[in-house]
C-alpha cells in the first residue's frame, strides 16, 4: 500500500487521497508517466468505497494532476511549479494554525520538535527503504 487515510480526520478521505497523490509528486516518489493503481486496487487496499477514490482521481485529473489513459488506466502529469508552490503555501499556512493551536493549549515547544523530528526521520527512513526496495527487485 501507498499510504493510508484517517478514517477519524474531518477531511473526507476523497480529499485525503488527493493530499497524499500530490504530496508523493511533491516528493518525487511519482513522476510524470507513472501509472497509478487503478481505481478498484486503491479502494480495495484503502478498505474505501470505489466512488471515493473515482472522485479523488476525478478531481486530480480536472486539476491537471493526472490523466486517463484509454486501455492503461491513470498516469501522472505532474504538479505544475505554480501548482506545487500553491500547495506549498497551503500546507504552511495549515501547520502555522496548527502550530498555534499548540501554543494556545500550552503544548511544550519541545514536545512540537520531538514530533517534527521523529515525522522527518521516519519520512527519510521509509524513503531509504523504498529505494533499497526498488534495487532489490531489479
Known amino acids: 500500500m501507498w499510504f493510508a487515510v484517517d478514517y477519524h480526520s474531518p477531511v473526507p478521505i476523497y480529499a485525503q487521497i488527493?493530499?497524499?497523490v500530490k504530496a508523493l509528486i511533491l516528493s518525487g516518489k511519482l513522476k510524470?508517466?507513472?501509472?497509478?493503481?487503478?481505481?478498484?486496487?486503491?479502494?480495495?487496499d484503502l478498505g474505501v468505497n470505489v466512488n471515493t477514490v473515482a472522485r479523488a482521481y476525478r478531481e486530480l485529473e480536472l486539476e491537471g494532476v493526472i490523466r486517463a489513459e484509454r486501455g492503461e488506466g491513470y498516469t501522472v502529469v505532474g504538479l505544475e511549479n505554480t501548482v506545487h508552490?500553491?500547495?506549498?503555501?497551503?500546507?504552511?499556512?495549515?501547520l502555522e494554525s496548527v502550530l498555534r493551536r499548540c501554543k494556545e493549549l500550552k503544548i511544550e515547544k519541545s514536545t512540537v520538535f520531538s514530533l517534527v523530528e521523529r515525522i522527518y526521520q521516519q519520512s527519510n527512513q521509509s524513503s531509504y527503504q523504498h529505494k533499497e526496495g526498488e534495487d532489490d527487485g531489479k
Not at 85 to 94: G, M, P, S
Open 18 to 20: 488527493k493530499e497524499k
Open 32 to 44: 510524470p508517466g507513472d501509472l497509478l493503481p487503478s481505481i478498484r486496487t486503491l479502494a480495495k
Open 85 to 94: 508552490e500553491k500547495v506549498k503555501r497551503q500546507i504552511l499556512t495549515e
